[in-house]
Every structure is written in structure tokens, then in C-alpha cells.
């Protein structure tokens, strides 16, 4: 999705009637019965074309040769040797198309003594501990609230694949990008993990407030929660005054207020619980401490600053009609103002849309043994001068 979103022709091979299992991840759907068509589903389809191949098959695995000897990027996320078995091993890749990106996205990696296993973001989020440092205490270990490995391994195999292309662009032929579910979740412990590399101190869960840093954290006030991040002393220094007893010689620097959380905690809520979240955000603000809301995900949508970022697109589904989606996190312009990423956006397909054009595609394209196949419009992926055509099997 986020090559698409670059301007990249994504096409999405899907198993015959069934489909991505994410299809049926519902409620809610939308459409009409026989149609309906899942809000998972459509959060990470946008601009992709969707055909129905039976790897298995002599045909389905024909017309997936056809597609590589055009492709750009493979992406794939199969549990590891599947592909191989299906007989499409990256030296079957690489004769078929030495310039071939090949991006390859398993649950714990692809090699190592458990390397096969089937990986999905829950059973990723504890076995790379993320949900151990999440939450209000150790005996209740949380898991966070979206598919944080499932989007963090999409996004750093968009940018191994990018980095390949880029290569190529030298000279070099294609390459082989792997990352994983539990590479995405090690990725993200940050001062985490070096507390336990470099310190040999295990961290735990510290509910919503920052284990190094205080006051960094949500506190409660009359209407809701509002967050402060003081993250160095001259913005403690000026929260100070707001907060009656914050004088006292326990919070003279940030290794004491972490020490006496606890009290300063409470001294915070003191001064805030008989405020509104908007009272006390103004006075943070006019004061120049750093401060927002726990905004509900309906009013981030409505939120003018989400929507001025282009975060919010539109689209016309076929089925459902105008629906807005989560947009790109990625603005990209050019001196010139010409924008890198794709202008007009396309609806999540459904099942098989696109199994005739592409079928005609790959017919014409055999016979004239070029491909001169028209492409959308959209904006030029990393500057490579024509629309790299991507296929990718299943949401990846």
C-alpha cells in the first residue's frame, strides 16, 4: 500500500473464492450482503488491482511467471518455504528476472532455529515483549491497541525495497529484502531494549506515564485526560508555577521527580481535576509546556489538524460508495511543487475486479513480447522514470 500510495501499480494475487483472509475480519462491513466488503480490509487496499490465481495450479502458477518476468517488486508473505515448494525459490525468481526486488515479510524470520513459524501480530507483540512493557503492572501484561508489528514490518520492508530499487538504478541487479514480524517488534523497544543491553535492568509496564522522564505522562482532569511531556528542565520549570508544592526539593531535577512520581503525580492532579481538558491545555500552552487530549479515534477524524495533513483520502467504492480512508503518513514535493505521491486514489478491489484486465494485459504483452501496457496516472516512485509494477500476495 505504501508503494502504491508512491505511485507504484500494485497487483494483489488473492486464493480463488476465499480470497485474503482479512475479507472476513468483521464486523463491520459495509455493502450489501452479497457484496459486503470488510473495514479491515479496505484500511490497507487502497490502490490495488486484486486477481484470483491458483498457485497450485499449471495456470495460476504460469500466470504468476508472466507477471515476475514484468514485475519491479515481488512481495510475499508466506510462512517460509512456501514459496520454494510452490516452485518459485529465489533462483527460480532471479533466472526468470535478474532484475527482480523480491520482498519477503515472515512472522520470525527466515532462518534461525524457529524461523518457520507461522507469525501473526499478537503472538508478536508478547514474544517480542512489547506487550510486556505495556500497561499498568507487570501481572497484566497489554496488548497495543493496533497491529503495531504487522505495520511497522510493512513499513520497513517498503523502505528495503526502496533502498533496493535505488540500487538497482546503479547498476546492480535485483536483491532479496527479508524482515519479519519479530524484527518490526525488536525494532521498537528503543531505550527499552538498551536498558536491558547496556544496563541489565529488565523494564516493565508503567502504565501511561514514560518510566525515564517525569512529569511525562496523562493525568486526569474534570472532563477526560490531558498529557504532559516535560521533557527537559526548562519546560519543567515552567510548569512549575501551575502546580501548588511542585517547589518542594524531590523534583529538583528529572532523576528525583522519577524517583517521587508517585507524589508529584498526584500534586498534578490536584491542580488540574476541578479544570476542563480545554482549561487546562490552554494554560499549558500559554505557559509553553508541551500538552495534549486522549482523543477518541471519531474526533481525530474530525480533527481539522488530521485533515489538513492529508491524512484523511477519499475514494469511490463500488459497492459502498464515497468512504474516506486512513490517508499516506508521507507528504513528498518537489522544488516545483510537483507531489511524488499518488493524486487520485483507488477504492480497495474487490475480489477478482481486475481478473479479466489483467488477463487481457498479460495476453496482448506476450504477444507483442513488450510491455507498453498503459499505466494509471500517478506520481513517479523514487524517481525511477516509469511506474515499477509491483505483486504482492495477501495484505502486505
Given at each position: 500500500?505504501?508503494?502504491?500510495?508512491?505511485?507504484?501499480?500494485?497487483?494483489?494475487?488473492?486464493?480463488?473464492?476465499?480470497?485474503?483472509?482479512?475479507?472476513?475480519?468483521?464486523?463491520?462491513?459495509?455493502?450489501?450482503?452479497?457484496?459486503?466488503?470488510?473495514?479491515?480490509?479496505?484500511?490497507?487496499?487502497?490502490?490495488?488491482?486484486?486477481?484470483?490465481?491458483?498457485?497450485k495450479s499449471d495456470a495460476g502458477a504460469q500466470a504468476l511467471r508472466e507477471l515476475i518476468v514484468r514485475a519491479d517488486v515481488l512481495i510475499e508473505n508466506f510462512r517460509p518455504g512456501a514459496l520454494d515448494r510452490l516452485g518459485f525459490s529465489p533462483t527460480v525468481l532471479n533466472d526468470l528476472n535478474p532484475r527482480l526486488v523480491i520482498l519477503s515479510i515472515s512472522g520470525f524470520g527466515h532462518d534461525g532455529p524457529e524461523g518457520g513459524r507461522p507469525g501473526y501480530d499478537q503472538i508478536a507483540q508478547g514474544?517480542?515483549?512489547?506487550?510486556?512493557?505495556?500497561?499498568?503492572?507487570?501481572?497484566?501484561?497489554?496488548?497495543?491497541?493496533?497491529?503495531?508489528?504487522?505495520?511497522?514490518?510493512?513499513?520497513?520492508?517498503?523502505?528495503?525495497?526502496?533502498?533496493?530499487?535505488?540500487?538497482?538504478?546503479?547498476?546492480?541487479?535485483?536483491?532479496?529484502?527479508?524482515?519479519?514480524?519479530?524484527?518490526?517488534?525488536?525494532?521498537?523497544?528503543?531505550?527499552?531494549?538498551?536498558?536491558?543491553?547496556?544496563?541489565?535492568?529488565?523494564?516493565?509496564?508503567?502504565?501511561?506515564?514514560?518510566?525515564?522522564?517525569?512529569?511525562?505522562?496523562?493525568?486526569?482532569?474534570?472532563?477526560?485526560?490531558?498529557?504532559?511531556?516535560?521533557?527537559?528542565?526548562?519546560?519543567?520549570?515552567?510548569?512549575?508555577?501551575?502546580?501548588?508544592?511542585?517547589?518542594?526539593?524531590?523534583?529538583?531535577?528529572?532523576?528525583?521527580?522519577?524517583?517521587?512520581?508517585?507524589?508529584?503525580?498526584?500534586?498534578?492532579?490536584?491542580?488540574?481535576?476541578?479544570?476542563?481538558?480545554?482549561?487546562?491545555?490552554?494554560?499549558?500552552?500559554?505557559?509553553?509546556?508541551?500538552?495534549?487530549?486522549?482523543?477518541?479515534?471519531?474526533?481525530?477524524?474530525?480533527?481539522?489538524?488530521?485533515?489538513?495533513?492529508?491524512?484523511?483520502?477519499?475514494?469511490?467504492?463500488?459497492?459502498?460508495?464515497?468512504?474516506?480512508?486512513?490517508?499516506?503518513?508521507?507528504?513528498?514535493?518537489?522544488?516545483?511543487?510537483?507531489?511524488?505521491?499518488?493524486?487520485?486514489?483507488?477504492?480497495?478491489?474487490?475480489?477478482?475486479?481486475?481478473?479479466?484486465?489483467?488477463?487481457?494485459?498479460?495476453?496482448?504483452?506476450?504477444?507483442?513480447?513488450?510491455?507498453?501496457?498503459?499505466?494509471?496516472?500517478?506520481?513517479?516512485?523514487?524517481?525511477?522514470?516509469?511506474?515499477?509494477?509491483?505483486?504482492?500476495?495477501?495484505?502486505?
Open positions: 500500500m505504501i508503494l502504491g500510495d508512491l505511485g507504484a501499480r500494485v497487483i494483489k494475487i488473492e486464493t480463488p473464492e476465499c480470497g485474503d483472509d482479512s475479507r472476513g475480519f468483521g464486523p463491520p462491513f459495509v455493502g450489501a450482503p452479497e457484496d459486503r466488503q470488510s473495514t479491515y480490509f479496505m484500511s490497507v487496499n487502497r490502490n490495488k488491482e486484486s486477481v484470483e490465481l491458483d498457485l514474544e517480542t515483549g512489547l506487550m510486556a512493557v505495556t500497561g499498568d503492572s507487570p501481572e497484566h501484561p497489554t496488548r497495543i491497541g493496533v497491529a503495531v508489528t504487522d505495520v511497522l514490518a510493512g513499513v520497513h520492508g517498503a523502505v528495503g525495497a526502496l533502498a533496493a530499487l535505488f540500487d538497482r538504478q546503479r547498476g546492480a541487479d535485483g536483491s532479496v529484502v527479508r524482515t519479519s514480524l519479530l524484527a518490526a517488534g525488536v525494532s521498537a523497544h528503543t531505550f527499552v531494549g538498551s536498558k536491558w543491553t547496556v544496563a541489565g535492568e529488565v523494564a516493565v509496564p508503567t502504565g501511561n506515564h514514560h518510566p525515564s522522564i517525569a512529569p511525562y505522562g496523562s493525568f486526569a482532569c474534570r472532563d477526560g485526560h490531558v498529557l504532559i511531556a516535560c521533557g527537559s528542565e526548562p519546560i519543567w520549570r515552567r510548569l512549575q508555577p501551575l502546580v501548588d508544592g511542585a517547589d518542594d526539593d524531590r523534583f529538583d531535577n528529572n532523576a528525583a521527580r522519577v524517583a517521587h512520581r508517585n507524589e508529584l503525580t498526584a500534586l498534578i492532579k490536584q491542580a488540574f481535576s476541578t479544570k476542563s481538558r480545554k482549561e487546562v491545555v490552554a494554560a499549558l500552552a500559554a505557559a509553553g509546556v508541551p500538552a495534549g487530549v486522549i482523543r477518541t479515534i471519531d474526533e481525530v477524524y474530525t480533527w481539522e489538524q488530521t485533515r489538513s495533513q492529508g491524512l484523511v483520502i477519499e475514494v469511490q467504492d463500488p459497492h459502498a460508495g464515497r468512504v474516506e480512508l486512513p490517508g499516506p503518513a508521507v507528504r513528498i514535493e518537489t522544488a516545483d511543487g510537483h507531489s511524488l505521491l499518488r493524486r487520485n486514489h483507488s477504492a480497495p478491489p474487490t475480489l477478482g475486479q481486475h481478473n479479466t484486465a489483467i488477463a487481457h494485459w498479460l495476453s496482448r504483452a506476450a504477444a507483442t513480447s513488450t510491455d507498453q501496457e498503459p499505466q494509471p496516472p500517478c506520481g513517479d516512485l523514487t524517481g525511477l522514470g516509469s511506474t515499477p509494477l509491483v505483486v504482492t500476495n495477501r495484505s502486505v
